[in-house]
């Protein structure tokens, strides 16, 4: 059963993201979207969902859901309602056409870093071409030997399965080694429909080919002129099923919040190309002063964010939001970056009880992690006159709380807001985890004039680094 979602709301650029999150927590699973931008500046969203608990037709689920999604919009959303999808929704259903070029851009099947379009891969990327895929026959009297070492991304398992679903082809065994330096390896026996082995060295190499090309681009990712506007294009393979890839819509939005790019409408479609089906998503960009999107260098950075996104080669975590900056960005302004989805995150846990414990403990995650090479040259850059914190661990092993306690140290008050917000779920799981990765250097700086003060916050450290330990 489909229900739709409508909402009219002020415009603001974090809601459709905010909106996604609170669905996909939910798990409601988006089919269609309608997002467009009211002359007067209001903006009209129209979520097509259906629920993977399949309780959406029952008045406490449909009460939940209004209650999430109001804890998050707040006063912005002038009306919010939930209804079934009938008939009369069909025609918000469609999706404008492709034109011809566009369509032989996106649905290119084979893609090569000499081509100068958008979809040509960027150098950390490339990485994900060196995917080995062999056929061995001689280890087993009834099934194929399916052999894959690839880089591992976010969805590996689930483009292998597709694709073999796809070609008709069963697994009776399979066995999934552990990440080793960044690869995977796979070995899957299988069988034809029939039960039978694959011998035809036709079969197997074209098995082989459709394996490595939808390992190394499951998703397409472009950049192209609608009119006098540009416009983001997705494109992933719809399963013989019928169903999309899960989370595309969440981590588009994900990402161009984070690239601070605003969206004036978006749509979610099915279009046919390459004898298969396709899930496109289509987003009209806003002009903002960080990108001129007529620039081809700015393209580029637009699409190579986004499908990063999608194929999980930043953090996957609410921190990456702000990681995604642009060359020349200080450490100083990708810290406070930081700080500010903290508080977000914190402000959402305080709204929502039934989610809180979740939030927390997802949050302390984040911090917990270890910097990876990209935020590590962001944190480590100097700009005139700034700071560029922990420098003595440089080298070494470096946690994003690490950056973020030597960060409310020397830049006296940066914290005081996520303080404020902790001491408000003090009571909470994991309130106590955050505030000892974060406040422990704080703590022994501070000049605290409060002793009654300063002992709970000390009690509090010795308690959260026991739990931490």
Not at 3 to 14: D, R
Request: with cysteine; aromatic share 6%; proline share 3%.
């Amino acid at each position: 059963m489909m229900m739709v979602i409508l909402f009219l709301m002020h415009l603001e650029n974090v809601f459709l993201l905010d909106v996604t999150q609170v669905l996909c927590e939910l798990e409601l699973t988006i089919q269609r979207v309608k997002v467009t931008t009211t002359p007067d500046g209001r903006v009209l969203d129209l979520f097509f969902v259906t629920d993977n608990l399949e309780l959406l037709h029952t008045k406490k689920r449909q009460d939940e859901t209004c209650e999430q999604l109001h804890d998050v919009l707040g006063e912005s959303c002038i009306s919010c309602e939930l209804r079934l999808a009938g008939p009369e929704c069909e025609c918000l259903q469609g999706m404008s056409s492709l034109s011809p070029v566009i369509a032989d851009e996106l649905f290119h099947c084979e893609i090569s870093d000499k081509e100068i379009h958008s979809q040509a891969l960027s150098p950390d990327m490339t990485k994900l071409k060196r995917t080995n895929v062999m056929v061995d026959n001689s280890l087993s009297p009834a099934h194929t030997l399916l052999q894959v070492h690839c880089v591992d991304h976010k969805g590996l398992l689930y483009d292998v399965m597709r694709t073999l679903k796809d070609c008709n082809i069963q697994i009776a065994y399979g066995r999934f080694s552990p990440v080793i330096n960044g690869h995977r390896d796979l070995d899957l026996f299988i069988q034809q429909k029939d039960g039978k082995k694959i011998v035809d060295p036709e079969k197997q190499s074209a098995l082989c080919c459709r394996l490595k090309v939808e390992m190394l681009h499951p998703l397409r990712v472009i950049i192209a002129n609608r009119g006098p506007d540009t416009e983001l294009l997705v494109a992933n393979p719809v399963e013989l099923s019928g169903k999309g890839r899960p989370r595309v819509f969440y981590d588009i939005t994900r990402a161009l919040k984070a690239l601070g790019i605003c969206i004036f409408s978006a749509e979610i479609g099915r279009y046919s190309a390459s004898d298969r089906e396709w899930e496109i998503y289509r987003f009209l960009l806003e002009e903002n002063c960080k990108f001129q999107l007529s620039n081809m260098t700015a393209r580029n950075e637009i699409v190579d964010t986004v499908r990063r996104t999608l194929m999980g080669c930043e953090l996957d975590d609410e921190m990456e939001k702000s990681s995604l900056t642009t060359p020349g960005t200080g450490s100083s302004s990708y810290l406070k970056a930081l700080t500010v989805e903290i508080e977000k995150k914190l402000q959402r846990a305080l709204a929502s009880a039934s989610q809180r414990r979740n939030l927390l403990q997802e949050l302390f995650a984040d911090i917990a992690l270890e910097v990876d090479d990209r935020a590590r040259g962001i944190i480590f850059s100097r700009e005139e006159g700034e700071i560029s914190p922990a420098e003595d661990a440089a080298d070494g092993q470096l946690c994003f709380y690490d950056v973020l306690a030597d960060y409310y140290v020397w830049v006296p008050g940066s914290g005081k807001q996520i303080l404020h917000l902790i001491v408000q779920l003090w009571s909470q799981s994991f309130a106590s985890h955050i505030f000892s990765l974060l406040f422990h250097k704080w703590l022994f700086e501070a000049q605290l004039e409060n002793t009654e003060v300063l002992v709970r916050f000390s009690s509090a450290l010795v308690q959260g680094a026991t739990n931490v330990m």
